[in-house]
């Protein structure tokens, strides 16, 4: 079992930044792959960004140049800075790791971007 929490949204104004947290506990050796994923009201989950065990990075077009995953495997966290943030930005995200049989979530952290 893999038990995900995160942090870090809250209500910022356009243009604006906040670093989102995922704190990851239990199996963590089984984790291959993690990302952030958001769903804004009305519309379907999207993946915002990935990060493999190895490193790999892949993010979402829309983000590519604002956001950056990074995966600090010492403190067992994962993080999303977000950076000249736009409402349509605006959105609960949440926390994605794979293993080999199984996808876990982490139930999100609300981020409100105002004009």
């Known amino acids: 079992q893999v038990q995900l929490v995160e942090s870090g949204g809250g209500l910022v104004q356009a243009g604006g930044s906040l670093r989102l947290s995922c704190t990851v506990s239990g199996s963590i050796f089984s984790i291959r792959d993690m990302g952030w994923y958001r769903q804004a009201p009305g519309k379907k989950r999207e993946l915002v960004a990935s990060?493999?065990?190895?490193?790999?990075?892949n993010y979402e077009d829309s983000i590519k140049g604002r956001f950056t995953i990074s995966r600090d495997n010492a403190d067992n966290t994962l993080y999303l800075q977000m950076n000249n943030l736009k409402p349509e930005d605006t959105a609960i995200y949440l926390c994605?790791?794979?293993?080999?049989?199984?996808?876990?979530w982490g139930k999100g952290t609300l981020v409100t971007v105002s004009l």
């Open positions: 990060i493999s065990s190895g490193g790999t990075t």
């Open positions: 994605n790791a794979v293993t080999y049989v199984m996808s876990y």
